[in-house]
């Protein structure tokens, strides 16, 4: 009976109320259509690497043999649409260059094949196990190799792999 009363007596301030809770329902019921709305237009790339390994087999003594050939780097679309890759491979960020010089620098400039990937499809590029190992050599011990992927519409994509002197010491121990 008294919440009955207090009712009818604060019918303003329960007006408010329930005004103020509508506002905020509509608020989160915008929030999550535009969100929605964005999803088929959704753009994203995943990077990811792998180590090619040439392996051979010895006829006469039956042992088999394996060693590095190279690293591939990997570039999946995980997004809705379309995206047409302007690069794809590997870039180091070497911090003992002087101020200023320490922007991301591309270990190879050409890209084959096409550059336009459709969602769930994997493009990759190849880098020789001496290429690689003659571009690292020339950093310091402490520059960052980074997998690098660069679109069309210019946004840039990056996952840190490591330190070039570290990857130096893995490619050339030539054993998987």
Known sequence: MCIVEWCNLNSGFLTGVLSLLTLVVSVIAIVVSIHTAKLPYKKEIKLSSSIDVFFSRNDTTGETD???????????NVGSRNVNITYLGICVKDKSLHKGQEKMAKIR?????????APTEVKTEMFQKADLIFALSKLSKKARVYLYAQDTEGREYFQKVGYAQRLIEHLLQNKV
Do not use: K, P
Request: hydrophobic content about 40%.
């Open 66 to 76: 394996s060693q590095i050939i190279g690293v591939s780097v990997n570039a999946a």
């Open 109 to 117: 400039d050409e890209i084959t094949g096409t550059g336009n990937i």
